[in-house]
């Protein structure tokens, strides 16, 4: 069993153009989001998935220069370029990791990889309902069952959400969703970088944490951050 964890991004951004390479103290935010991704436990092989669209050739060449390797596939469809990475790679399984998630929890990651490596279901997830707010969000997708999904997807929406279908078609998989910890208040928290305020809130947020290549925020330590970020803006 080859689990990889792909990260999806792509630089075309209409609220934010360049998004994965506009630094955040002093790291790119792919780049930070790369090194959360190193820290998952139970991977066999990391890779970005970016489209082969000419102004993803940065992203290319940033991945080079982070020594990850990459997989280029079409710009909307992106269950389709999820699955092209998993068959060039040989991956039974993947991590979904967007690449707008600065700030994700490798632990959280590596706690649904093992649950998936401990029963027989498509999909691991904290989505379906939602359980983690935006930008802390895990899920673990079972190639076969992402294979069997896309001959079904008509939808463009669908293509472009890659874990759309599964949920909107729960009857024909399995779905693990996982709770969050009742001890951590969770509401209104948004991690995601999508807009300036959310570069704004990272910024706040990675300048008041030691988080680089070799350590990185717990996700109390992030979540408490986030909520005094939001007390003094």
Known sequence: MRVGAIIFSRMTSERLPGKPLIEIAGRALLGRVIDRTRHINGIDKIVIATSVDSEDDEIDLFAKEEDIDVYRGSLEDVAGRAMETCNFFNLDAFARICGDRPFFDPELISSLIMTYNNIDVDVVT????????????????????????????????????LTNYFYSHSSEFSIKNISAPVDIDYSDINLCVDNNKDLLRAEWIASHVNDNAQTYAKMSDVISLARSWQKSS
């Open 126 to 161: 904290t989505t379906f309902p939602r359980t983690y707010p935006p930008g802390l969000t895990g899920e673990i997708i079972n190639a076969n069952a992402l294979r069997f999904a896309i001959t079904s997807m008509t939808d463009i929406e669908d293509k472009e959400h």
